[in-house]
């Protein structure tokens, strides 16, 4: 079964950091590209970040560009989001999302989800 | 930046009734090379994360009732449910997969009447 589990979100003050995870099963992993969503209380969905399946490219949303890093390690088959100088306006779900098709960027499937609290 | 925007903000439908959900761009999404649509529609339902129902405008996704049928082409875009059922009480979401930053519409809540 492609699955991909979300870990890492708690709650932290406003300039703080967090690392979030997202362990991959289920298929080939280095041949995909990731992404993450989130998805603030009440508000839809919003495009993060992306990386393509060796890690050398990356594409981020102008809203958390120098901010988050999204990074991977092929040999734990799991992707990560490196969240720094968060603010409150972070505060939301961080979903992490496979590439659906091989060379397009519809989302299939989705993590869980994890619970980014950004406050003081 | 590519701006998605759906209607209505959200309907209510009767079990066994037919639901349509519009989705706008604001630039076309079709890829002259491959005369694809890069649209694709996603079902979120509380407490679970969203679910992909179609890509390519309307292919289906791999186990998606046939009653969704997605449709249009260019900037104008459709999801269809032929038969609402209770199971689909949700929030719908189209999303354009033609350029960075990807953009998902509003969201459309379809609830039963």
């Known amino acids: 079964e492609v699955q991909v589990v979300e870990s890492g979100g708690g709650s932290v003050q406003p300039g703080g950091s967090l690392r979030l995870s997202c362990a991959a099963s289920g298929f080939t992993f280095n041949t995909y590209w990731m992404h993450w969503v989130r998805q603030a209380p009440g508000e839809g969905l919003v495009w993060v970040a992306r990386i393509d399946g060796d890690g050398s490219t990356t594409t981020y949303a102008d809203s958390v560009k120098g901010r988050f890093t999204i990074s991977r390690d092929n040999a734990k088959n799991t992707v990560y989001l490196q969240m720094n100088s968060l603010r409150d306006e972070d505060t939301a779900v961080y979903y992490c999302?496979?590439?659906?098709?091989?060379?397009?960027?519809?989302?299939?499937?989705w993590g869980q989800g994890t619970l980014v609290t950004v406050s003081s | 930046d590519i701006v998605m925007t759906q209607s209505p903000d959200s309907l209510a439908v009767s079990l066994g009734e037919r639901a349509t959900i519009n989705c706008k761009s604001s630039?076309?999404?079709?890829?002259?090379?491959?005369?694809?649509?890069?649209l694709a529609w996603y079902q979120h339902k509380p407490g679970q994360p969203p679910k992909l129902l179609v890509h390519w405008a309307s292919t289906r996704g791999s186990g998606v009732p046939d009653r969704f049928s997605g449709g249009g082409s260019g900037t104008d875009f459709t999801l269809t449910i032929s038969s609402l059922q209770a199971e689909d009480v949700a929030v719908y979401y189209c999303q354009q997969y033609y350029g960075t930053p990807y953009t998902f519409g509003g969201g459309t809540k379809v609830e039963i009447k």
């Open positions: 999302v496979r590439r659906g098709g091989c060379c397009q960027d519809w989302f299939d499937p």
């Open positions: 630039q076309s999404v079709l890829y002259s090379s491959n005369n694809k649509d890069y």
